[in-house]
């Protein structure tokens, strides 16, 4: 079973310099992800960005899981 320490634990190498909150019951997820990588994009290629590092993992490994993605700037605001 996936533990919220180990998604947090794949988007942070994924996403280097990233801050991430990851909650969770073992199937259902909700993560915070902080990123200067989501400067300038959408909503959707935000979330993306996200799915993209976690790769097959979002298919095998977690059944659900609830986005949202920050910059530092929205993040401090």
Same mark, same amino acid.
């Given at each position: 079973?996936?533990? $919220? #320490? &180990? +998604?947090?634990?794949?988007? #942070? #190498?994924?996403? &280097?310099?990233?801050?991430?909150?990851?909650?969770?019951?073992?199937?259902?997820?909700?993560?915070?992800?902080?990123? *200067?990588?989501?400067?300038?994009?959408? *909503?959707?290629?935000?979330?993306? +960005?996200?799915?993209?590092?976690?790769?097959?993992?979002?298919?095998?490994? +977690?059944?659900?899981?609830?986005?949202?993605? *920050?910059? $530092?700037?929205?993040?401090?605001?």
């Amino acid at each position: 079973m996936v533990t $919220p #320490e &180990q +998604i947090k634990t794949w988007i #942070e #190498e994924g996403l &280097q310099g990233s801050e991430v909150q990851v909650t969770g019951d073992g199937q259902h997820f909700d993560a915070l992800v902080v990123s *200067l990588e989501f400067d300038a994009k959408s *909503l959707i290629a935000r979330h993306r +960005i996200v799915y993209n590092v976690l790769g097959d993992r979002m298919k095998a490994d +977690i059944h659900a899981l609830s986005l949202k993605t *920050l910059t $530092p700037e929205e993040y401090q605001g």
